[in-house]
């Protein structure tokens, strides 16, 4: 199978009912997308594929074919979301940092200047049991509002 | 340090960058699941599926190919068979009785994680069943019991113009750390190839490294324990890793390769501790002022199957159950009782949530009864500097229960404009707490912690057991450092803590670590001081660190917990200074319900604390916020079902915590009354800010609608029923 993650494309033999998750992590050595509970509930795997925010817990491999993934390792190709890193870490926003890769990837998904509202709603589906939240909207406000 | 007193601080109370931070935003943190070893295999736990009863026999399955397996028993392990902590009762893994479900038995390892899964289904365990405990309420076994007694309570009471009573619930919180419990094990250890290595998640290297001591019976030498990026740990991580560890290390020793065991979420909920239930039932005698003269609690806790912490446990629970008020006679009793439920263990706050969700309940009710408003109640019974608590401690050091009273209502009102009109019913509850940091009594000087610097040519590394495990335990203890040594915050260096290099701190639990450790922290620091000499500036250190390491070839300044001279405790009578310090705070929680679902949500919290120092006020900031909304979720939606000894919604969509969307807006407060005893001021924080939401909030139900819960979580259910 050919994958493009963060830009950069991969050949690998998986089988492709392979979770992607486990194809970032073990595949390509991308470890910086995490599990935290495999089915879909708490965000810590999230990615973006096609600009889109998803869980890679529950997405086979063979479904990210020909699209372009991105992970917490190619954040900071891009200005606009090493902003987002910046702002993470100078908040405070990441605490254990186990929920941050997740976190920040479904930020990278709002909309532009997003309101309170919006980054609520947005990051509904990444739980953090760290920050009670308030840090990681600062966060995402002094980054893309 | 009265010098340092007067010149203005440079590191401590600035916002500087955590130290592991650039890890964390990057992907490049490595947590112990993203860890890999050559030739590692993975590892698994066979655990019992009934609550009580009798092994008869534990069976593989003659069918299935077991060829690469790697299989432990109890009759592998070459030391004790006992997880050390405070009585040996509880078995790494069972031999023939069964004491609760999910109890390890037996342990698999494969280098296919597949196989390893079908393994485990072909492992049958027969058992002779016996009828389980189950409910704590009518449990008979009582493993601990404790009474703290100062006054005369019948005294008391009789001066009482009313006597009012009231009964308390609270149920299993789990702790929900994002990263599940991991271990690596690898054979051999500093050079000893029948050593032990453990690498993962956990909150203290320490109990693990007590733990393996006795299962492998092994000097400490020949055991050394890692610390990995930590996920969360919430004291969810201060027990429980000590089993997940020697599981793996027996494995890793039997297969002469590293293995590593994850716990999957389901595992992780169904095996691992929670937080204790309890029943406390008040009597409290009132005056038509007011005014308390005697306070009478009963209190029941879960304890499951085994002691683990539960000793300790009930202890805090214990002293802070009267919540911060004060009262010429007193009588806490309080048991914990055997289950054939998961042990219970340790979790933020400890058993004061619990209590002080008891009191702070009850507190309302009182007013209630009384007819006088509950901030005025309150007011006139709050503890003042120079009262004494119900062990016998004299509050010499600052009180600030009204402080934060006072700070917090003219918060609340700041910080969130009222909502507009709903169709929803709306209240606003309060909630007042106390909170002691490190450990209870005589705790400090039992654990003798040690911990230290090394000078480094260009500045000083820390040499400290302690943990990081999301709190900032490493950027607030490098800043006391530098503070001490008035050098750029720069210029101290941290490192993973590994037993092989770092002495022991004591365990990152009980909000002990900026306050004892960093106190530790401080006087290595004045004693490095004295060996350098004074230096001007940074280059100038840096000269003469130079010189002295050319000279003596390491510099490692290595200190030990003093306590201090003032603080007196004794045991057998439970009388003396609990804590050396205790951290002062008031919660106000706006709660909206739904009239046709029930469904209660907090719309808005403020919670103000004062906790001496605010050694980085956006890490304590942050630990505030996080401990408030996990006590948001614990009275409104973190319920554990349990049926037949056993966690019946063991995964995240039927355990619900707080997303974005439950969590209101919370409004913090950092209060500094410096106590003159912690490191620059500094009293504990990690725990207090769970101790009010939850009364805060039911609380605030009852302003809303009427309806009176004494039992929590506040689900839809419950209100309903009470309102009828
Ligand atoms: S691991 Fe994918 S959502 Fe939790
Ligand atoms: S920072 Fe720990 S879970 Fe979010």
């Known amino acids: 199978m050919k994958l493009t993650v963060n830009g950069q494309a991969h050949a690998i033999s998986a089988a492709p009912g392979k979770r992607l998750l486990d194809t970032l992590r073990e595949d390509l050595k991308l470890t910086g997308t995490k599990e935290g509970c495999g089915e879909g509930e708490c965000g810590a795997c999230t990615v973006l594929i096609d600009g889109e925010a998803v869980n890679s817990c529950l997405v086979p491999t063979c479904q990210a074919e020909g699209t372009k993934i991105l992970t917490v390792e190619g954040l900071a190709q ?11 870490l100078e908040c405070n ?7 941050t890769p997740g976190m920040m990837l479904s930020a990278c998904a709002l909309p532009p200047q997003p309101t309170l509202q919006q980054i609520r709603v947005g990051l509904a589906g990444n739980l953090c049991r760290c920050t009670g939240y308030v840090k990681i909207y600062d966060a995402v406000k002094k980054a893309l509002g | 340090m009265s010098k340092v007193k007067n010149r203005r601080l440079k590191v401590v109370g600035k916002r500087v960058p955590r130290t592991e931070g650039a890890d964390k935003v990057t992907g490049r943190a490595r947590y112990i699941d993203d860890m890999q070893f050559d030739h590692m295999i993975y590892g698994a736990t066979v655990r019992t599926t009934i609550p009580r009863g009798r092994i008869v026999s534990v069976e593989r399955d003659t069918a299935f190919d077991w060829s690469g397996f790697t299989w432990v028993d109890h009759r592998d392990i070459p030391g004790k068979n006992i997880v050390a902590m405070i009585v040996e009762d509880q078995p790494f893994l069972a031999v023939d009785r069964v004491e609760h479900q999910t109890e ?4 698999l390892a494969h280098a296919d994680r597949a196989r390893l899964a079908e393994g485990l289904k072909a492992v049958r365990i ?45 149920g299993h919180q789990e702790q929900l750390y994002i990263e599940t419990n991991g271990m690596i094990a690898l054979p051999g250890a500093n050079g000893f190839p029948e050593g032990v290595t453990a690498y993962g998640s956990m909150q203290c290297p320490y109990y693990v490294v007590k733990a393996l001591e006795k299962l492998f019976r092994l000097d400490r030498e020949r055991i050394r324990v890692v610390q990995t990026t930590t996920g969360g740990g919430f004291g969810g991580k201060e027990e429980y890793p000590s089993i997940v560890a020697g599981h793996a290390c027996l494995l890793a020793r039997k297969a002469g390769v590293p293995v590593k065991m994850i716990y999957e979420r389901h595992e992780d909920l169904i095996a691992t501790t929670k ?13 038509s002022d007011g005014t308390l003269t005697a306070i009478d609690i009963d209190m029941r806790l879960d304890g499951g199957a085994y002691m683990t912490l539960s000793p300790v446990v009930l202890s805090r629970a214990a002293i802070h159950a009267t919540g911060p008020y004060r009262t010429p006679s007193v009588r806490i009793r309080g048991r914990v009782m055997k289950t054939n439920t998961p042990p219970n263990g340790a979790f933020r706050g400890f058993g004061a949530p619990q209590s002080q969700f ?13 007819g006088i408003d509950p901030i005025e109640l309150r007011r006139r019974n709050l503890f003042q500097t120079g009262d004494t608590t119900a062990t016998g401690q004299v509050l010499h050091d600052r009180v600030s229960a009204d402080e934060v009273l006072d700070k917090a209502l003219a918060k609340h009102r700041v910080a969130h404009r009222r909502s507009k009109k709903t169709k929803k019913l709306a209240g606003t ?69 590994d037993t092989a290099q770092v002495p022991d701190s004591g365990p990152t639990v009980a909000s002990r670590t900026c306050m004892i450790v960093g106190t530790i922290l401080q006087r290595a620091s004045a004693k490095l001081r004295i060996e350098l000499g004074p230096y001007k500036s940074g280059d100038d250190f840096k000269k003469r660190a130079k010189a002295l390491l050319k000279k003596r070839g390491t510099v490692v300044i290595i200190d030990q917990y003093e306590k201090p001279g003032e603080i007196e405790w004794n045991d057998e009578t439970y009388q003396g200074d609990a804590y050396g310090a205790y951290a002062w705070g008031c919660n106000l929680a706006d709660v ?60 995240l969509t039927n355990y619900i915590i707080p997303t974005t969307l439950d969590a209101p807006h919370i409004a913090v407060e950092i209060v500094e009354n410096p106590y003159p005893n912690g490191p620059f001021g500094a009293k504990g924080v990690g725990e207090c800010p769970i101790d009010g939401p939850a009364a805060a909030i039911v609380n605030a139900i009852r302003d809303a609608s009427g309806a009176r819960l004494d039992a929590i979580p506040a689900t839809p259910e419950r209100i309903m029923k009470v309102l009828g």
């Not at chain 2, 937080?275 to 005056?287: D, E, N």
């Open chain 2, 358 to 370: 008891a009191a702070e309940v009850h507190m309302d009710r009182i007013a209630e009864v009384m």
């Open chain 1, 93 to 99: 926003a990441a605490q254990c940092g186990i929920c």
């Open chain 2, 275 to 287: 937080r204790h239930p309890s029943i406390i039932t008040w009597r409290a005698g009132v005056k």
């Open chain 2, 592 to 651: 909206e319900i739904d009239p046709l679902t029930y469904e209660a949500r907090c719309t808005a919290f403020t919670s103000v604390i004062d906790i001496g120092r605010a050694i980085h006020p956006l890490l304590a900031e942050g630990q505030i916020e996080g401990g408030t909304l996990q006590g948001i979720g614990w009275a409104l939606f973190e319920d554990v079902v349990m049926k037949n000894g056993v966690m019946q919604n063991a995964n």
């Open chain 2, 126 to 170: 027969t058992y002779q069943e016996e009828p389980p405990v189950l409910d704590f309420e009518t449990a008979t076994e009582v493993l601990k019991e404790l009474s703290i007694a100062r006054g005369d309570l019948a005294a008391g009471l009789a001066l009482a113009d009313k006597i009012i009573e009231g009964t308390y619930r609270t």
């Open chain 2, 429 to 497: 509850g309060i909630a007042m707490f106390f909170h002691g940091s490190g450990f209870t009594g005589g705790g400090e000087v039992r654990l003798a912690s040690r911990a230290g610097v090394e000078l480094l040519p260009d500045g000083v590394r820390l040499l400290v057991g302690s943990t990081e495990i999301g709190q900032g335990t490493r950027t607030m203890l490098a800043q006391i450092v530098a503070e001490s040594l008035e050098l750029p915050y720069a210029f101290v260096k941290t490192i993973d803590p």
């Open chain 2, 104 to 107: 390890p038995v037996a342990l």
């Open chain 1, 78 to 88: 891009n200005p606009r979301w090493r902003k987002l890193q910046k702002a993470f």
